[in-house]
């Protein structure tokens, strides 16, 4: 079964420094992963995503992914954090594709706090 | 374009009453989901619509939930009666076409801004 866990519940960074959220994944397959952010009373929006092409993935407002097979990971990265970076994070996996299956999986999200 | 909207934003009711969501997604948006988000987790899909044709509602507690898209547009989700543990954040999303092998634009799953129920 596709699943995925993310390593730290709360993270907190001063602006302008790097900001690291860390997922490791399950799959039996080649996944297809993705990081969504979500900021308070908003909907969830959708940072990047990774489906087997290039295993650097650049996603908007400077973020970017890593896919690591050989770890089972999918980290996010940004160089320098801003205070609009303050929101919570989530790692999703899609389940196994064909019929109803395919739908995304979502780990219990990472709350990013910037201090000024 | 207009993304998807959701209608109420929040809403308190006691236990055992009934509750409706509506949820509009965006125009053309052929599947619809339905995901509950409870505080301190990510959220779970309920339900997915492709049209008008419920494809995955495997994680729906069908004794107190339904959902319906008539006429494969607008989406209700209904709650009755509702339960202490219903108390979550209730999310619809759209997108283009359903999951299939490959993961491009058309298959991103637009979200709402989420409808906040609590249950007293």
């Known amino acids: 079964a596709q699943s995925v866990t993310q390593l730290d519940s709360h993270v907190s960074v001063s602006e302008g420094t790097p900001v690291l959220l860390r997922c490791n994944y399950s799959?039996?397959?080649?996944?297809?992963l993705f990081w969504y952010v979500q900021h308070p009373n908003k909907g969830l929006q959708l940072l990047l995503k990774?489906?087997?092409?290039?295993?650097l993935v650049k996603g908007i407002n400077g973020f970017e992914a890593e896919f690591k097979k050989s770890e089972t990971s999918f980290h996010l990265t940004k160089p320098s954090a801003h205070m609009s970076d303050a929101a919570e994070y989530f790692c999703?996996?899609?389940?196994?594709?064909?019929?109803?299956?395919?739908?995304?999986?979502f780990g219990k999200g990472t709350k990013l706090s910037v201090k000024p | 374009e207009a993304g998807v909207a959701q209608s109420p934003r929040y809403k308190i009711i006691e236990k055992r009453q009934s509750v409706a969501f509506w949820c509009n997604p965006i125009?053309?948006?052929?599947?619809l989901y339905w995901y509950q988000q409870i505080l301190g987790q990510g959220p779970k899909l309920l339900i997915q619509?492709?049209?008008?044709?419920?494809?995955?509602d495997s994680q729906l507690p069908k004794d107190r939930f339904s959902a319906e898209r008539l006429k494969g547009v607008d989406s209700t989700l209904k709650i009755q009666p509702a339960k202490l543990e219903d108390s979550a954040v209730y999310l619809c999303?759209?997108?283009?076409?359903?999951?299939?092998?490959?993961?491009?634009?058309?298959?991103?799953?637009?979200f709402g801004p989420g409808t906040r129920l609590l249950v007293l």
């Open positions: 999303a759209s997108s283009l076409v359903g999951p299939s092998g490959t993961s491009g634009k058309r298959e991103t799953q637009y």
């Open positions: 799959s039996s397959y080649s996944p297809s």
């Open positions: 990774y489906t087997s092409a290039a295993t």
């Open positions: 999703v996996v899609r389940g196994p594709t064909g019929g109803s299956q395919g739908n995304l999986i």
């Open positions: 125009s053309g948006h052929a599947t």
């Open positions: 619509f492709q049209n008008n044709g419920v494809v995955d």
